[in-house]
DNA sequence: CGAGGCGTTGAGCAGAATCAACAGGAGTGG
DNA sequence: CCACTCCTGTTGATTCTGCTCAACGCCTCG
């Protein structure tokens, strides 16, 4: 049984036969979400975890006066804690981007799964810390990077973690993301987002036409955006990291 | 035995008599590192955590044109993993602001911990929580708060935290931060900075000297920077906004 | 067919960066 | 003890990145 989670925590440890079958034992039937609709769950048990199993989703943060801000995306694979539902009010939302299929693993079953499998909980542990990884590299790029280098960066953590799932070939990927989105991430206006990716474009960097992401020119891109897709910790990337190393002597 | 750590653990979770020396015991002796050094402890265990038990750090990032973004501070009690480590080439530092002690819980040690208190488990485990939910709190800021309301957000964190460790009192705590950190962290530059912490002394909202902070104006500062103090998930801090909610009605 | 979201363009403006200079204080070495 | 340096804080002038406002074509969907 191969699914997108499972191919998503071989990143992180070999899932044994045994893993994938506890693993699919446990997750409760998806639901389906729509695009915009928020996935909420109040009262929820906050040792739960909220599998996306297909589909893209963003946590955002929405201010009275209509600013909006996307925290981060969520594709499919990665866990969100529900624990910030336990909150008074809640801080923030997450919401469908596309249709999205969404699995709960109930709090006993988490507990199950780490008492059952070291390896499981060895990988929910680490997409945690590379979920918190991004989130820092996020605050590299809103606080120190260009708006090209931003939107290049993004592109390359998008494109590297698409190919970490196998949605992604070598240099293209499924992009979902609407300009106002990007610009609700990046911290900039749609106006702004609309010129600078046909400054990228003029570069021959990449094309972006029909939902879909064609990097033109991959070197070009990461060296614009100094992406280093180490911190992702896929061992996979870091063994091409380790790869170019090679290259460079 | 009260320390600045355990009374950070205590906001999570109340800890018996029990837990603080067991705590105690698994704590090595601490070591000291002075300002602008670099906290480093290259090829450590994976699973031991570094613990600030006094004065400032920060994580940052430094790229090789000169630009430089703060990451998050350490304050007294914070926590960090040192798995950053493990990885080829270290993605980010971590830094001495003012003068630090700083102390190694070995990964042996957080086995032994998590098996015999399940309160300092979940402590250390909510620690996490809210350090993460700290830098989404940041990628909010750098991406749709204005130089003013940055400043403002980021002294009513500061000052948050400091209160529940008991480093600050009602109006005032420390503020080591040099307007260089301060641009480092809000991604602007010293210049700006300068000027917008004009503004808001113009604007009687706060005082800042001697490397002190003092909050003039509590009310206006948080409602300058939005700021809600519930994704610190300080149970104090917690039942402070349910009182102003009482007075609110 | 109309409405609304998305992508695009233009003109003007503002917040923040850059460049440059200087004062004050802390530490350092002669 | 003083001269020196370096860092911090501050100010002014200028430039530019990115925002605001506004308009329009396009497409989808009800």
């Known amino acids: 049984m191969d699914t997108l989670l499972t191919r998503k925590l071989s990143n992180y440890v070999s899932l044994s036969s045994t893993d994938r079958s506890l693993l699919a034992k446990l997750l409760e039937p998806p639901r389906i979400v729509e695009p915009r609709v928020d996935i909420v769950e109040e009262g929820e048990d906050p040792r739960a975890v909220n599998v996306v199993l297909d589909g893209w989703a963003c946590r955002y943060r929405q201010f009275e006066d209509g600013r909006r801000q996307i925290i981060s995306f969520l594709l499919p694979g990665d866990c969100c804690d529900p624990y910030i539902y336990l909150l008074d009010r809640r801080d ?4 469908a981007l596309t249709q999205v299929a969404i699995a709960r693993i109930p709090g006993a079953s988490m507990a199950e799964l780490t008492a059952r499998s070291p390896a499981l909980a060895l990988a929910f542990h680490r997409e945690a810390l590379a979920g918190t990884a991004i989130q820092r590299e996020w605050t590299v790029s809103l606080g120190r990077r260009s708006g090209a280098e931003r939107l290049a960066h993004l592109f390359c953590e998008l494109h590297a973690r698409l190919a970490a799932i196998g949605l992604a070939d070598e240099t293209s990927c499924p992009m979902p993301l609407t300009q106002p989105d990007l610009a609700d991430a990046l911290g900039q206006t749609t106006v702004h987002i609309n010129r600078t990716l046909q400054d990228l474009r003029a570069a021959r ?10 990097v033109l020119d991959p070197d070009g891109l990461r060296h614009l955006a100094k992406f280093d897709p180490l911190y992702l910790h896929q061992t996979a990337a870091r063994d091409a990291s380790r790869r170019l190393e090679v290259v460079k002597l």
Chains 1, 2 share one sequence.
């Open 92 to 95: 923030h939302a997450i919401a």
């Open 205 to 214: 960097l990449l094309a972006l036409k029909g939902r879909r992401l064609t």
